[in-house]
């Protein structure tokens, strides 16, 4: 049976989401932070009462479940959220979801069919001492983050979003005011950054990970990286993120850094 979230039920949600810490971690964050719509959920029960599937129908649908009986649930509750501009979730799940909701759904502009979930854990992180000053972005540093942030995913994806500048910026801004930015700048020119996606009690999502074109090469990343990854493992058990398997340098780097492989994501992306 599918129904809205009920606050009630909140802890057997999150029990059921930190099952799979690290697949789960952005819906998990949605319902324990309060940033997201919690009547954008949807909780699917077995006939016994047990939850076999949560879904969040934002301007993303994300997808969490064990049971093929609530991707079928899901799909059927795309219909009212058909203006969704992106899907995300475990790469068995999504596939089911979008061959129900395909016949009748705007065709993706971009699939990325296989990303690798990485997870790093204080024990298994390579550490670089090497005294390089990442720290987290000021919010005097929102135009520098926006016009990284947006070159970054016009080269991914191929949409610009300064074409819709001001709410670009603020979402930016709340993230560097959430402290969840983070930067290496020297001389007054950014070498690196990231920022945080989602953050549990069992993880903080690292994403947007960035090194300008012009200073790629020169183990920028390696480095403000392994730092970043130090100062945050300092109150997290575990860090995690997802790459494209096309990316290669990049799942090299994270390798290199002492990230595992520990299951696979896909992503539709609907920009029209």
Not at 204 to 230: D, E, F, K, N
Request: hydrophobic residues 45%; contains cysteine.
């Amino acid at each position: 049976m599918l129904t809205a979230f009920d606050p009630a039920a909140r802890s057997s949600v999150i029990a059921y989401l930190a099952r799979r810490p690290f697949e789960n971690a952005y819906v998990r964050w949605l319902i324990e932070s309060g940033y997201g719509a919690l009547e954008d959920l949807r909780v699917w029960r077995r006939p016994d009462g047990e939850i076999g599937g949560v879904a969040y129908f934002g301007p993303q649908v994300v997808l969490a479940a064990d049971d093929a009986a609530a991707i079928d649930a899901f799909a059927i509750e795309a219909r009212r959220h058909a203006a969704f501009r992106m899907l995300v979730g475990p790469r068995p799940l999504v596939e089911r979801f979008w061959e129900r909701v395909k016949s009748w759904s705007r065709e993706p502009t971009a699939i990325r069919e296989r990303q690798i979930l990485f997870v790093v854990t204080p024990g298994t992180l390579r550490r670089v001492d090497c005294g390089i000053p990442v720290r987290p972005a000021r919010t005097d540093e929102t135009e520098l983050v926006v016009e990284h942030s947006a070159e970054m995913m016009l080269g991914e994806l191929g949409y610009d979003p300064r074409e819709h500048r001001p709410g670009f910026a603020y979402g930016v801004r709340r993230l560097i005011e959430r402290g969840w930015w983070w930067l290496w700048r020297e001389d007054d020119e950014l070498r690196f950054m990231l920022n945080i996606g989602a953050k549990t009690e069992q993880t903080i999502q690292l994403q947007g990970v960035w090194t300008p074109p012009h200073l790629r090469g020169r183990g920028y990343a390696a480095l403000a990286m392994a730092a970043i990854c130090a100062r945050l493992l300092e109150s997290a058990p575990t860090l995690s993120l997802y790459v494209n398997d096309f990316n290669r340098k990049a799942i090299a780097l994270y390798e290199r850094l002492g990230f595992a492989a520990a299951g696979e994501l896909s992503t539709y992306i609907f920009l029209d």
